[in-house]
Nanobody, 115 residues
Framework: QVQLVESGGGVVQPGGSLRLTCAAS????????MGWYRQAPGKQRELVAH???????TYKTSVNGRFTISRDNAKNTVSLQMNNVEPEDTAVYYC?????????WGQGTQVTVSS
């Protein structure tokens, strides 16, 4: 019954910006720690950033200073602002709780960083 829908991906040049949005339903969103994850071809899914119910944020070292995670509890959304993107950021990006739940994974949104 939980549904997480990611949007906002696309093709962007190195150094460019994208904003990803995750719309959540079926969970008590305001109490959930939410994360953005990504999976590149041939690699395991990894946690990129997460934000607690109180707004505390944590980032993977390689994106720290470039990405910003935020949430809007009134809208049940969590966003990822991606600035100064690098080719290594290319992946399918997903949102989920932290810890993640297998039944919560959505389709993700593709981010391709290429010149």
């Amino acid at each position: 019954q939980v549904q997480l829908v990611e949007s906002g991906g696309g093709v962007v040049q190195p150094g460019g910006s994208l904003r990803l949005t995750c719309a959540a339903s079926g969970i008590i969103f305001r109490f959930a720690t939410m994360g953005w994850y990504r999976q590149a071809p041939g690699k395991q899914r990894e946690l990129v950033a997460h934000i607690t119910s109180g707004g505390s944020t944590t980032y993977k070292t390689s994106v720290n200073g470039r990405f910003t995670i935020s949430r809007d509890n009134a809208k049940n959304t969590v966003s990822l602002q991606m600035n100064n993107v690098e080719p290594e950021d290319t992946a399918v990006y997903y949102c989920n709780t932290l810890p993640s739940r297998s039944g919560y994974w959505g389709q993700g949104t593709q981010v391709t960083v290429s010149s």
